[in-house]
């Protein structure tokens, strides 16, 4: 009897930390690697900086073609650019002039 007495306070003394101990390690497991976590947090972090860079650049694609576009306007219209853009629909070009091909990648910057 005593004996018995014994093991359920020590194991009453037990059990209460090791239940304590594996709840924290539950919450504290899902703090890092659940789908609210801080690994989580991280990897929308980042996937936020890579959108933001790309909307960045769009946006500058944009606004350099919103900038070419209003310059062949009839209220604000660029006679070289109208030529530069006849010239490349109809693939024109002069006598004394020489034609020089670029690869299309030289007009973005570089990163």
């Known amino acids: 009897m005593v004996i018995g007495e014994s093991l359920k306070r020590y194991a009453g003394q037990v059990v ?5 101990a594996l709840v924290v390690a539950y ?10 976590g801080v690994l989580a947090y991280l990897t929308y972090s980042q ?4 959108a933001t860079a790309t909307l960045d650049d769009v946006r500058r694609t ?7 576009v209003a310059l062949l306007r009839p ?3 660029d006679p070289d650019l ?3 853009r006849a010239r490349i629909t109809l693939d024109l070009i002069g006598p004394n002039e020489f034609l ?5 990648n030289l007009d973005r910057p570089s990163n």
Do not use: F, K, M, T
């Open 100 to 104: 020089v091909i670029l690869p299309n």
């Open 82 to 84: 109208l030529e530069e």
């Open 47 to 50: 996937e936020l900086d890579r």
């Open 16 to 20: 209460r930390p090791v239940i304590g």
């Open 27 to 36: 919450i504290g497991y899902h703090a890092i690697q659940g789908d609210r």
């Open 62 to 68: 944009r606004e350099r073609l919103a900038h070419r």
């Open 75 to 77: 209220e604000s219209l």
